[in-house]
């Protein structure tokens, strides 16, 4: 019922930055917050950032600092503003919906991200 298009990857520099989009089609009203996860090469998925319906956010500490996660209503998009990025930064980051029922959760795709010079 929930679909998320996630773009905005790719390559850059050590103090780069980089933006990430997240458009949400579907049953928009059935999604109670959106998160950012990312994945590193033999490590699990770990939450980067979220934001609440009511628009609180939170942020792992390896990134506090360095990242916004924000949202536009009325484009229904969720963005990953990605400053001072650094080569640990590297990975695959998801775009995640958690629904307002209890152990429901959409995902979109995917995205490569690498800083390196």
């Known amino acids: 019922q929930v679909q998320l298009v996630e773009s905005g990857g790719g390559l850059v520099q050590p103090g780069g930055s980089l933006r990430l989009s997240c458009v949400v089609s579907?049953?928009?009203?059935?999604?109670?917050?959106m998160g950012w996860y990312c994945q590193a090469p033999g490590k699990q998925r770990e939450l980067v950032a979220a934001?609440?319906?009511?628009?609180?956010?939170n942020y792992a500490d390896s990134v506090k600092g360095r990242f916004t996660i924000s949202r536009d209503n009325a484009k229904n998009t969720v963005y990953l503003q990605m400053n001072s990025l650094k080569p640990e930064d590297t990975a695959v980051y998801y775009c995640q919906a958690d629904s307002i029922v209890a152990g429901w959760d959409y995902w979109g795709q995917g995205t490569q991200v690498t800083v390196s010079s």
């Open positions: 579907g049953n928009i009203f059935s999604i109670n917050a």
């Open positions: 934001i609440t319906i009511g628009g609180s956010t």
